[in-house]
């Protein structure tokens, strides 16, 4: 039961553009959500994070979106720069309890 | 900011051997930590989740014999590779989080490169 997903498993980009990255979930209890970014050969690290009160979330070039009636969450990075090529995650916290709701990861790469 | 060690960051060992990777939080208790494991162009895949003085939680598909995991202090869980074959390759990383803090990040070590020979 993979309550957080992220369909899309890789994203090619111009440097300049903007990088649009999409997460999905299923369990309406979350109410934290997380992404992070992660290089090869190297843990992830946090990179944003939202609250389900709230729609946006902004930090510099990177800015969340969650869509509540949707189960949908995207992450934009805007403008994308060859740095930003790495794999991010999305992740769902629950108040109570541990479990892990991880998704799957989207490997973008920026092209100089 | 929170920190998570974790060591060694690179093991190349024969067949057979087992071998023990150590994860520590630096600067927060962690209750929790987990297991992720990836593999050559994959994601991360998470293992199991150690928890402290209890036995771990492991994934469907995860052998626990093969992959022993000890949570025995609030800053310390090791995860042991036993009798390492050369498909047990592969880069490990561990995580924590502050649950007495609400809604924190996981914070990940920098991960383990295992090479059995």
């Known amino acids: 039961d993979q309550q957080v997903k992220q369909n899309s498993p890789s994203l090619s980009v111009q440097e300049g553009r903007i990088s649009i990255l999409n997460c999905d979930y299923t369990?309406?209890?979350?109410?934290?959500f997380l992404w992070y970014k992660k290089y090869p050969a190297e843990g992830p690290t946090f990179l944003i994070s939202?609250?389900?009160?709230?729609d946006k979330n902004e930090d510099g070039r990177f800015t969340v979106f969650l869509n509540k009636s949707a189960k949908h969450l995207s992450l934009h990075i805007v403008p994308s720069q060859p740095g930003d090529s790495a794999v991010y995650f999305c992740e769902g916290i629950k108040a109570a309890g541990n479990k892990l709701t991880f998704g799957g990861g989207t490997r973008v790469l920026v092209k100089p | 900011g929170a920190v998570v060690s974790q060591h060694p960051s690179r093991v190349i060992c024969k067949s057979g051997t087992s071998v023990k990777i150590e994860c520590r939080s630096l600067?927060?208790?962690?209750?929790?930590m987990f297991w992720y494991r990836q593999f050559p162009k994959q994601s991360l895949m998470l293992m199991a989740t150690s928890n402290e003085g209890s036995k771990a939680t492991y994934e469907q598909g995860v052998e626990k014999d093969k992959f022993l995991i000890n949570h025995a202090s609030l800053t310390l869980s090791t995860l042991t590779v036993t009798s390492a074959h050369p498909e047990d390759s592969s880069f490990y990383i561990c995580s924590a989080r502050d649950f007495q803090v609400r809604n924190q990040p996981q914070h990940f070590g920098d991960g383990t490169r295992l090479s059995i020979l």
């Open positions: 939202i609250s389900s009160i709230k």
């Open positions: 369990n309406s209890m979350f109410d934290y």
């Open positions: 600067d927060f208790q962690a209750t929790t």
